[in-house]
Every structure is written in structure tokens, then in C-alpha cells.
């Protein structure tokens, strides 16, 4: 009897990223918090561009109408600006400072952590004593203090944050840079002549990608609330331009007379952060399954 030949695709096995896409997928919570993120997302977008009614416009006419009065769907404020173009922009610059401060700090804090780790020795201890020094810092202080000293705009918020968010990342990724500079794959590379540069990139880096895909899930949220704050103090994003915290100040200061403008952009940072959260607890599930 003649052995049956086998197909390639039959035998060949899943990778790592594969099995954990299949568990992420099984993750109601997750795939669900997924699902409304890309909503949210597309509805920040173009959502915009479709409303017959500018972010800025004023209606003195039309002030404070009640949600689905005159076509409004989540009413005006005070100046008879209509809610929901109001909401869409903000949540699309509140997303926008969410993603850039967060690709700020992982640009820095990936290349900090990973050059500490694997050089070791006193660049390692001199590296690691300037995060200590940053991190005896408070946060909202030191961005406070940049935006007073440098001005209010969306650039600086960007920046500012960024740079003071990378601090736990280069932790985590020093961490991680221990645990790999040992191994073999390392060890072989070092011995065909690879310099430290190209390891560090062709070689520690790719493997950082799991840890760091969760905590920028986890980090988007916290820059947003962040970005919240700051607005609410009247430090970020400067008017008529709008954002979640700016929205929500805005709706404090006038929810006796209208608290739709309270009430939507509150559950709309609400969904947008525990989106983030479930999804980056889900990430965290599926990379690595023995956390659970």
C-alpha cells in the first residue's frame, strides 16, 4: 500500500500571531469593543464631513434646543452649535491626541528601554536614574507646566504627553530586553558579527512586539483621559475647536439648563475608554494565555 501524500498546507503549522488572532476572536468582550471602535472611529471621520452643520456655527436662533428638536438629533448649546457635529469633532481630535502622544511614547520608550537593557552596565543604571528622576515628577504637573510655558495648541498636547508617557513603556521593555539578550537566536547573532544597532532592531525588537501592542492598547485610553483633564482645565484644546474634555467642561457648567450637553459626550468617553480597555485586556488574553 502506497503512502498517501499529504499537502504542505495540511502539515503546516499555525504561527504564534495566528492562534492568537483565533483567541482574540473568541473574546466576545473584545471582538464587541472592537466592533464600536471601528464605529466610533468611522463615525469621527466622515461623520463631519456629512452633517449639514459646521462644528463652529452659530445659531442664535437655536440655542440649547432639546435633543430631535428641528432636526438637531442631540440638540445645540449655547450658542446654538449643533451637539453631535460637535461630538463627532471632538471625538476625532480626542483620537487623534490618543494616537499620536501614543506613538510618541512608544518611539521613545521602546528605543530607551531596548538600548538600556541590552548595553547594560552603567548606561543601563545612568539610563534608568533619568526615568526615576521623570517619574518623581508629577504627570499632570509636568504637562501643565509645558503647556504654560510653551503655549496651548494641539502640536504641544501631542508632544507633551507623548513625552511623559514612554516612561512605563521603557520599563516594560528594558524588561523584557533582559530576559531576550540571552538567548540563542541573540547569542548566534552576535557571534556572526551582527553589531549591537542591528540586533537591537532586527532582533529584540520584533519580539517586544506582543507586550507592546497590549500596553499601546492600554496606553490610548490613558492619554485620552489625560488630554480630558487638561481640556477641562481650559489647558488643551483651545475653542471653538472642541474635544471630549472640553465638551464635558462645557456640558458641567451648563447641565441644570441642558444636560444632553453633559449627558452624550460623558457616555461617548465612556464607550471610546472601556473599548480600549476590553480590547487591550483581550490582547493581553490572547498573546499570552498563561496570564489569565
Request: aromatic residues 8%; charged residues 15%.
Amino acid at each position: 500500500m502506497s503512502d498517501a501524500v499529504v499537502p504542505l498546507s495540511a502539515v503546516r503549522g499555525r504561527s504564534l500571531w495566528d492562534d492568537a488572532l483565533r483567541r482574540l476572536l473568541r473574546n466576545r468582550a473584545a471582538t464587541a469593543s472592537l466592533a464600536v471602535l471601528g464605529f466610533l472611529i468611522v463615525a469621527a471621520v466622515f461623520g463631519p464631513m456629512l452633517s449639514p452643520y459646521a462644528y463652529d456655527q452659530v445659531d442664535k436662533a437655536g440655542v440649547w434646543l432639546p435633543p430631535l428638536a428641528e432636526g438637531r438629533v442631540m440638540g445645540t448649546d449655547a450658542l446654538g452649535r449643533d451637539l453631535l457635529v460637535r461630538l463627532l469633532t471632538g471625538l476625532r481630535v480626542s483620537l487623534a491626541i490618543g494616537l499620536v502622544a501614543t506613538l510618541v511614547s512608544l518611539v521613545i520608550g521602546v528605543a530607551w528601554g531596548a538600548v538600556a537593557g541590552y548595553v547594560g552596565g552603567k548606561v543601563d543604571e545612568a539610563m534608568m536614574r533619568v526615568v526615576d528622576v521623570l517619574y518623581s515628577l508629577p504627570f499632570i504637573f509636568f504637562v501643565i507646566l509645558l503647556t504654560v510655558t510653551f503655549g496651548s495648541n494641539i502640536v504641544l498636547i501631542f508632544v507633551a504627553i507623548g513625552a511623559v508617557e514612554w516612561l512605563t513603556m521603557s520599563r516594560i521593555v528594558r524588561g523584557q530586553t533582559l530576559t531576550l539578550k540571552n538567548k540563542e537566536f541573540v547569542e548566534a547573532a552576535r557571534a556572526a558579527g551582527l553589531g549591537r544597532g542591528g540586533i537591537i532592531l532586527r532582533h529584540i525588537v520584533p519580539n517586544l512586539l506582543g507586550p507592546v501592542v497590549v500596553y499601546v492598547t492600554l496606553t490610548i485610553p490613558a492619554v485620552i483621559l489625560a488630554e480630558s483633564f487638561l481640556s477641562f482645565l481650559g489647558l488643551g484644546v483651545q475653542p471653538p475647536m472642541a474635544s471630549l474634555g472640553t465638551l464635558i467642561a462645557g456640558g458641567a457648567q451648563d447641565m441644570e439648563l441642558a444636560p444632553w450637553l453633559l449627558i452624550f459626550p460623558s457616555l461617548a468617553m465612556v464607550a471610546t475608554l472601556m473599548c480600549f480597555n476590553f480590547l487591550g485586556d483581550g490582547l493581553r488574553d490572547a498573546i499570552d494565555p498563561k496570564d489569565r
